[in-house]
T-cell receptor, first 113, second 116 residues
Framework: AQSVSQHNHHVILSEAASLELGCNYS??????LFWYVQYPGQHLQLLLK??????LVKGIKGFEAEFIKSKFSFNLRKPSVQWSDTAEYFC???????????FGTGTKLQVIP | KAGVTQTPRYLIKTRGQQVTLSCSPI?????VSWYQQTPGQGLQFLFE???????NKGNFPGRFSGRQFSNSRSEMNVSTLELGDSALYLC???????????????FGEGSRLTVL
């Protein structure tokens, strides 16, 4: 069964600092990968996705993620965070066919002005 | 296009009662998934429905059940509520096809259940 690990549970950064959130998954086959974000008081929404092709994918609000197949990783990055990036971030993976979407436990990011 | 709508948004129940939560997916989306979100546990998969058929089921006890109607709307039911069932229940729809779906989910705002 597929599983997802997010190593950082709570991250505190100052504005303009760089961000990298780790995500590793366990599944030997082809997967689709996602990062979702949940801003305070809002519903979960898609930040970016990887299906195939260029392993460096760009999402909304300046976020990007890199798929490294050999490391089973899909880390999320942003060069300079803003206070408005304060949210909880979830990594998710889906194998092919009828497999469910499996989420990590989430990382709470707090950006200090 | 309207998003995923979940009702009720908040509810309080006592142990032993049952609860039914409703989800209306985005128009044209035939797949509906349900997740339980609790602090520290992330999103735990409950089940997925596609064209009125349960296509996937998570590791929850039989007290948790669901169904999907011909218009793709879905309901989930929890019977004999326990304190540990207190959580945010999220519904997500997706543009699935018969052979599966990409996994891109569109979430509702959730139904926050408190069990006293």
């Amino acid at each position: 069964a597929q599983s997802v690990s997010q190593h950082n549970h709570h991250v505190i950064l100052s504005e303009a600092a760089s961000l990298e959130l780790g995500c590793n998954y366990s599944y030997g086959g082809t997967v689709n990968l996602f990062w979702y974000v949940q801003y305070p008081g809002q519903h979960l929404q898609l930040l970016l996705k990887y299906f195939s092709g260029d392993p460096l994918v760009k999402g909304i609000k300046g976020f990007e993620a890199e798929f490294i197949k050999s490391k089973f990783s899909f880390n999320l990055r942003k060069p300079s965070v803003q206070w408005s990036d304060t949210a909880e971030y979830f990594c998710a993976v889906k194998a092919g066919g009828y497999q469910k979407v499996t989420f990590g436990t989430g990382t709470k990011l707090q950006v200090i002005p | 296009k309207a998003g995923v709508t979940q009702t009720p948004r908040y509810l309080i129940k006592t142990r032993g009662q049952q609860v039914t939560l409703s989800c209306s997916p985005i128009s044209g989306h035939r797949s509906v998934s349900w997740y339980q979100q609790t602090p520290g546990q992330g999103l735990q998969f409950l089940f997925e429905y596609f064209s009125e058929t349960q296509r996937n089921k998570g590791n929850f006890p039989g007290r948790f059940s669901g169904r999907q109607f011909s218009n793709s709307r879905s309901e989930m039911n929890v019977s004999t509520l326990e304190l540990g069932d207190s959580a945010l229940y999220l519904c997500a729809s997706s543009l699935a096809r018969t052979g599966g779906n990409t996994g891109e989910l569109f979430f509702g705002e959730g139904s926050r259940l408190t069990v006293l």
